[in-house]
């Protein structure tokens, strides 16, 4: 007796490349959101330490709001600009 799971063939039309994915006729299609023009941009590490406090308050205003900290963050710069960069 055999413990060897049989494996299901696989069609070139299964099988993509990643980055070179080509949906055919015959898929569903999905509805996907626009992205922001941000989220196209490759991401890079910020890294500074804050002390706990901070650090759970942040993540507490980010998850009340439904935002990504990363987001929380770039509005955060983006109302500190606003007040003190305008004149």
Do not use: C, I, Y
């Not at 063939?9 to 099988?15: A, N």
């Not at 963050?73 to 960069?85: G, I, N, P, T």
């Amino acid at each position: 007796m055999s413990t060897k799971k049989k494996t299901a063939d696989l069609s070139p039309g299964l099988v993509a490349v990643k980055g070179q994915a080509v949906v055919g006729a015959d898929a569903p299609a999905r509805h996907l959101e626009a992205e922001p023009a941000e989220a196209s941009v490759k991401a890079s590490p910020l890294n500074f330490k804050v002390d706990a406090a901070f650090r759970r308050r942040f993540r507490q205003r980010a998850a009340e709001a439904d935002l990504k900290l990363n987001e929380l963050l770039r509005q955060a710069l983006d109302a500190w600009e606003e007040k003190h960069l305008t004149r």
